[in-house]
């Protein structure tokens, strides 16, 4: 009795999956494909290179202090504030002071130096004439001495060898005064070069814009100080002609030979994102980084900003034109990647022969509708690509013919194809 119910079982069941198959794919509309096409296109056609860029001043000149102080003024004034964040400066503008107390004491205390050098050269000059008198003495007692000779009865050992020590003694002078005279001369240069340093550190106390620009980026406060003990300290940042701006492009190393000095650029900043942007490359750098194995070159492109829109340090989504073809006619990528079944090509005359020239780089095979479901192939030569479309040359394709560039699965009830029975489909109202 149990072999029968369980038979009787499996019976239901094998009947139950029937009538659901049946009804699932049965009795629904023999499923068909319908063609997707687009137009083939005429006209202009450009292939570019993508990059991210960051927008750069031409020239930034940093700023810095060669003296250590407290900083007591942004401009000319003490305690003034003239110079700040985006204040537009020329040569020579005043942008910040240092205290000047201890450097003025430093140039006072030079001056004095150099004043007691001086002096010291007169009393050298002083001395020295007095050695030279004295040494002209010494010698007419000596050239004396010597015509009167020892033991002639006017002059004694004794006398005569005053006469010669005294005249040598004499001699020794004049060579110590020379000797302190060029000394104290020298002192003087010294005393005098460190008047002009001290002069140079008062002046640097003044800190003044070597070029005409704007400032980006002010580093110190009204009362703080600068320590240039080790090296110069930053103070302000000033960009150059912010008239003129460059865009710097990480540009991938799989694309970079594509791109060469002179072409065109066009570019968006997420500040103006309605507005586009053109420059030109300047220079393509060879110093290449690595990030996680991936190499990239720094592109620069140089780009007009009379209005002054175009802020430094903004991110620039950027297209290089690498390339560029005036009126031909091209295809969307997919019309040349897509091919058909066996059962849906025709059986036509053999294809045409693919044509060559005319700035041909390639061949390659799209496919036209000739009813019945099925297609038929024309070879084209093939030419500039972009990431959409690809330039094709063929006697066969005129402007406004249809390429297949997909198909669509479709059934008499549902125009998204057949149902997967392995995935659950929610349950439908019996008309």
């Known amino acids: 009795m149990k072999s029968v119910i369980t038979w009787l079982v499996v019976l239901c069941l094998l009947a139950g999956g029937g009538y659901w198959a049946w009804h699932a794919w049965g009795g629904k509309a023999a499923v068909t494909s319908t063609f997707m096409t687009a137009p083939v296109q005429q006209g202009d056609l450009a292939a570019t290179v993508s990059a991210t860029g960051t927008l750069e001043p031409r020239e930034v000149v940093d700023v810095g202090s060669q003296v250590s102080g407290t900083i007591i003024a942004f401009g000319k004034d003490a305690g003034a504030n003239d110079v700040d964040y985006d204040s537009p400066v020329n040569q020579g503008t005043v942008l910040a002071r240092i205290d000047p107390a201890l450097f003025q004491a430093a140039v006072?205390?030079?001056?004095?130096?150099?004043?007691?050098?001086?002096?010291?050269?007169?009393?050298?000059?002083?001395?020295?004439?007095?050695?030279?008198?004295?040494?002209?003495?010494?010698?007419?007692?000596?050239?004396?001495?010597?015509?009167?000779?020892?033991?002639?009865?006017?002059?004694?050992?004794?006398?005569?060898?005053?006469?010669?020590?005294?005249?040598?003694?004499?001699?020794?002078?004049?060579?110590?005064?020379?000797?302190?005279?060029?000394?104290?001369?020298?002192?003087?240069?010294?005393?005098?070069?460190?008047?002009?340093?001290?002069?140079?550190?008062l002046g640097y106390c003044t800190i003044t814009s070597p070029v005409k620009g704007v400032v980006i980026d002010r580093r110190v406060n009204i009362g703080q100080t600068v320590a240039s003990s080790f090296s110069t300290p930053s103070l302000f940042l000033i960009a150059e002609n912010l008239n003129r701006i460059q865009v710097w492009a990480s540009v991938n190393e799989a694309d970079i030979g594509r791109i060469k000095k002179g072409d065109s650029v066009t570019f968006t900043v997420d500040a103006f994102p309605h507005e586009t942007f053109k420059g030109v490359v300047s220079q393509i750098r060879l110093n290449a980084t690595m990030v996680q194995n991936v190499v990239t070159y720094t592109v620069v492109v140089d780009t007009d900003n009379p209005k002054g829109k175009l802020l430094p340090y903004l991110t620039a989504q950027m297209d290089f034109l690498v390339a560029n073809r005036k009126n031909v006619m091209y295809v969307p990528n997919a019309a040349l990647r897509w091919v058909p079944r066996q059962t849906q090509i025709a059986a036509t005359a053999p294809a045409n022969q693919a044509v060559s020239g005319g700035g041909v780089l390639g061949h390659g095979v799209v496919w036209v509708e000739t009813g019945n479901n099925q297609v038929r192939s024309i070879n084209v030569g093939t030419g500039l690509a972009n990431d959409y479309n690809t330039q094709i040359v063929s006697t066969e394709i005129e402007p406004g013919m249809k390429v297949v560039v997909g198909e669509r699965q479709a059934g008499s009830s549902s125009a998204q194809g057949a149902v997967n029975p392995f995935i659950p489909q929610p349950f439908k109202k019996k008309k």
């Open 108 to 201: 006072e205390q030079a001056t004095a130096n150099v004043a007691q050098t001086k002096s010291n050269v007169l009393v050298a000059q002083a001395r020295l004439q007095q050695y030279r008198a004295a040494l002209a003495d010494a010698a007419a007692d000596w050239q004396r001495a010597q015509k009167l000779g020892v033991g002639s009865g006017a002059l004694s050992a004794t006398q005569y060898d005053l006469y010669k020590s005294t005249f040598d003694q004499a001699q020794a002078n004049v060579g110590v005064g020379d000797a302190s005279l060029a000394a104290a001369k020298t002192a003087v240069q010294a005393a005098m070069a460190a008047l002009d340093t001290a002069k140079i550190n």
